[in-house]
Structure formats: structure tokens, C-alpha cells
């Protein structure tokens, strides 16, 4: 597609549940970060892939949250036992190559409420 | 570590006003560094961006400059418009061949009166 596809826009999940969210980057982009931003704040930094490698996860607040990228192109990021600490909007963005000048572009985002 | 610090919001100004919203960093190495914008229901876009000292990134009318002896990038706008309200990050980035994360400050919500 033209840009970062997310899915879904908006969960609402309850306390404990797993949930899976799913991201598209622009095709053939070698690079993928996942972003936690809660309500006010700018973005944090959670993991970051280059092609199927996961190469930095430091910003994974807990063992609860798990991120994948098989094959290289969709990545899956998974929230296990969802705490209401987790509700924040989860950006995916992509670049094409990994280099600190180039351009990362962003989805819209994926708006999770834990109830 | 590395660490980006902007003007606390909410701005509102009137149409027409001249903008400026300050950021500040702190980074090993030589950042890349970054304004992006994020307008109501949308995603976050790269407003502009600069990748060493003394560039000056510039679109839409908005401009920063790099300047490495005061570690700021401060966002400037001659005359505003409504349709510029939005939440505005400041950004670096580092890092080479290796992963490149990038780094935001907290935003700075920009509300334009008619």
C-alpha cells in the first residue's frame, strides 16, 4: 500500500486478555519500530526490526509484550495479560534502509483502552 | 542518555502570528534531528528534518536550524494558519548502519485563532 497500515484502529480489551496487533509497512522497507504513546506524551520507543530481525527490544516495558516480523514485511506486536497501564495508542513506523537520516513514516496507529 | 526537551503547550496564537516553538537536546554522537507533526486524527508526518550542523530543514512555510553550539532546534513559522494547528514533536535520531531510533520530546499543541 501507499503507507503504514494498522489494524485495528481501536480495541477495547479487559483486564487480562491477550490482544494482537498487526502492522504493514511500506513495501520493501527493511526497517520497522513499534511506538507506545500514552495520552499527552510523545512516542517511547518499544523494539525495532531490520527485515526479520528483531535487533534492539529495550523498550519493551515487560515480558508481556512480545513483537514479531517472520518473513520480514507485517510484524504482529502482542500484549499478554493486559494491565489498564497498557492503554495508549501502539504506532508501527517504517524507513527503507536503516540510517539515522532517513525518513521514518508512520501509521496511524492502534488506540487500545483496557477496561 | 540521549534526550530531547521542548516548550511545554498548550501555544494559541492568532492567525497570522509569527510561531516559534523551542526544542532542545541532548545526545552522544551527531544526531539527526527532526519536527514532526501529528493533526487531529491523523497520523504523525515529518514536518522537517536536518542532519548536521548549521542545516536548515525548512516546508510548509515552517524552518529550523541546526545548531550544534547551542544543542536546539526551535521551529519557526512566519505568519500561522488555522489549518497549522496540531501537536508538534521535536526529534533526534543517532546511530548509522545500526538501528536508528528515534527519540521525541512530549509535543507542543499549536491552536490558531481565526
Known amino acids: 500500500g501507499a503507507g503504514v497500515s494498522q489494524s485495528p484502529r481501536y480495541k477495547v480489551a479487559k483486564r487480562g486478555q491477550d490482544v494482537a496487533l498487526r502492522c504493514d509497512p511500506i513495501?520493501?522497507?527493511?526497517?520497522l519500530f513499534w511506538y507506545q504513546q500514552a495520552l499527552g506524551q510523545g512516542p517511547e520507543f518499544l523494539t525495532y526490526?531490520?527485515?526479520?530481525?528483531?535487533?534492539?527490544k529495550s523498550g519493551l516495558p515487560s515480558d508481556r509484550f512480545f513483537a514479531e516480523r517472520p518473513e520480514g514485511s507485517v510484524s504482529t506486536l502482542k500484549i499478554q495479560r493486559t494491565q489498564q497501564e497498557d492503554s495508549a495508542v501502539y504506532l508501527c513506523?517504517?524507513?527503507?534502509?536503516?540510517?539515522?537520516?532517513?525518513?521514518?513514516?508512520f501509521g496511524e496507529g492502534s488506540w487500545l483502552t483496557v477496561v | 542518555g540521549d534526550s530531547v526537551t521542548q516548550m511545554e503547550g498548550p501555544v494559541t496564537l492568532s492567525e497570522e502570528a509569527f510561531l516559534t516553538i523551542n526544542c532542545t537536546y541532548t545526545?552522544?554522537?551527531?544526531?539527526?534531528l527532526f519536527w514532526y507533526v501529528q493533526y487531529p486524527g491523523e497520523g504523525l508526518q515529518l514536518l522537517l528534518k536536518?542532519?548536521?550542523?548549521?542545516d536548515k530543514g525548512s516546508n510548509k512555510g515552517f524552518e529550523a536550524t541546526y545548531r550544534k553550539e547551542t544543542t536546539s532546534f526551535h521551529l519557526e513559522k512566519g505568519s500561522v494558519q488555522v489549518s497549522d494547528s496540531a501537536v508538534y514533536f521535536c526529534?533526534?535520531?543517532?546511530?548509522?548502519?545500526?538501528?536508528?531510533?528515534?527519540?521525541f520530546g512530549s509535543g507542543t499543541r499549536l491552536s490558531i485563532r481565526p
Open positions: 526529534a533526534l535520531s543517532t546511530g548509522y548502519s545500526s538501528a536508528s531510533k528515534i527519540i
Open positions: 545526545a552522544t554522537g551527531y544526531p539527526s
Open positions: 526490526f531490520q527485515n526479520e530481525a528483531q535487533l534492539d
Open positions: 536536518a542532519t548536521k550542523a548549521d
Open positions: 513506523a517504517s524507513s527503507l534502509y536503516p540510517d539515522s537520516g532517513n525518513t521514518i513514516y
Open positions: 513495501s520493501g522497507h527493511v526497517s
